[in-house]
C-alpha cells in the first residue's frame, strides 16, 4: 500500500518540514516529514508567586465586600463565643448573605477575567493575564465563570490543584485545564484592544 494520500499523524495540526525528497524517474517520492506544530501561546507563563499575591489581593477586596453585605444583614461571617473559657468558631451567613457574596465573586471573575484585559484587579496589581489555551484571546464571562467554579476543584485535596502549576510544564492548575486557560505575564502578552 503506498503512503501517498495517508493521513498525517494525530494529535491536532502538523505541518511538513519540508518538501519531499526528489526522486529518480519510476520511484514513488518519499513521503513529507511531519513534525508537530506548537499549540496555543508559546511564551513565557506566570509564576507561582505573582499569582499566590494576585489571589491575596483579590481574596482582600472581595473579603471587604463580603464584609459589607454581612453588616447589611445585620450578621458576622465569623463569631468567637466563649464557653467555659473554650473558644470556638461559628461561621454565620444568612441564606441571602451568601447567595450575594457568590453572586459578587462570580460577577467579578467572570468580568475580569473574561473581559478583554483577562486580568482582576490582583491580576492587573501583579502585571498578569488569563488567556485562552489555543489562540491566546480572552475567554469570555461563561469561561471565567467555568474557571471561577473550577477553583474549588483545585481547593478540595489540599490545594494540590492550585500546587500541580509548580510542575506541569505550561503551568496550568487544575482550574486552567478544566477551563483551557493560561495565565501569563501582560508584558509578554499585551492586551490588544
Known sequence: MSD??????????????????????????????????????????????????????????????????????????????????????????????????????????GYFEGGSTGATLGKKAMGIRVIDFSSGAPIGFGRAVLRYFARFLSAVVCLLGYLWMLWDKEKQTWHDKISTTLVVPTDAYPVTT
Open 4 to 109: 501517498q494520500g495517508a493521513a498525517p499523524p494525530p494529535g491536532g495540526p502538523i505541518q511538513p518540514t519540508g518538501p519531499a525528497q526528489p526522486t529518480q524517474p519510476g520511484q514513488t517520492p518519499a513521503p513529507p516529514v511531519y513534525q508537530q506544530a506548537p499549540k496555543g501561546p508559546s511564551g513565557p507563563r506566570a509564576g507561582f508567586w505573582k499569582r499566590f499575591v494576585a489571589a491575596i489581593i483579590d481574596g482582600v477586596l472581595l473579603g471587604i465586600v463580603n464584609a459589607g453585605i454581612s453588616a447589611a444583614f445585620g450578621q458576622s461571617l465569623v463569631t468567637t463565643t466563649h464557653t467555659n473559657g473554650t473558644s470556638s468558631v461559628h461561621i454565620q451567613a444568612t441564606g441571602i448573605a451568601f447567595i450575594l457574596e457568590i453572586a459578587i465573586a462570580v460577577a467579578y471573575f
